[in-house]
């Protein structure tokens, strides 16, 4: 089994084998498909040297199995120090001005979304937006103007003019 497409023959051929038995040792199917795929990531990266085996399968779901202690381990770890640590303190419920933002957010188009949050609440330039959203700075500049415009409409309020943090 050389090249690609001994490993897509290989991953055909035993990965409902692989979760089954990931399933059955651990008992949720979402972590057993995770591990499963996580440990045919790591056979592909290795295929050479895995396909050379006699048991590549049994590599695979080795791999599987330690991942799933692994998020085990990671579970367990965590109920310890919330035991140790107690609950966080209580928050209380967001704010009718905070339902009222996100609510209003929502149903703003995705793009205009993303560079109101950037830009207000993760307060980044607009540059450094245009950099993060591979998007040209007058792009990130109208999206802003018009989310601005329709977050007024939608809260009934008024923005003042634009802060510069270009």
Do not use: C
């Amino acid at each position: 089994m050389d090249g690609d497409e001994g490993f897509e023959e290989f991953y055909r051929s035993t990965r409902h084998r692989v979760v089954t038995v990931l399933y059955a040792l651990g008992g949720d199917l979402s972590e057993a498909q995770d591990a499963a795929q996580e440990a045919y990531v790591r056979a592909w990266q290795r295929w050479s040297t895995i396909s050379a085996y006699d048991d590549a399968e049994a590599w695979v779901r080795t791999v599987g199995h330690r991942l799933l202690i692994n998020r085990w381990r990671k579970i367990r770890n965590g109920l310890s120090a919330y035991r140790r640590h107690g609950p966080d303190p209580a928050t209380g419920p967001p704010s009718e001005n905070t339902v009222a933002l996100v609510t209003a957010l929502r149903r703003l188009p995705a793009e205009q979304r993303q560079a109101i949050v950037l830009h207000h609440l993760a307060d980044l330039s607009v540059a450094d937006i245009a950099v993060q959203t591979g998007t040209p700075t007058g792009t990130v500049k109208a999206r802003l103007a018009r989310g601005r415009k329709t977050l007024a409409t939608l809260l009934g309020t008024s923005f003042p003019e634009e802060v510069s943090h270009a």
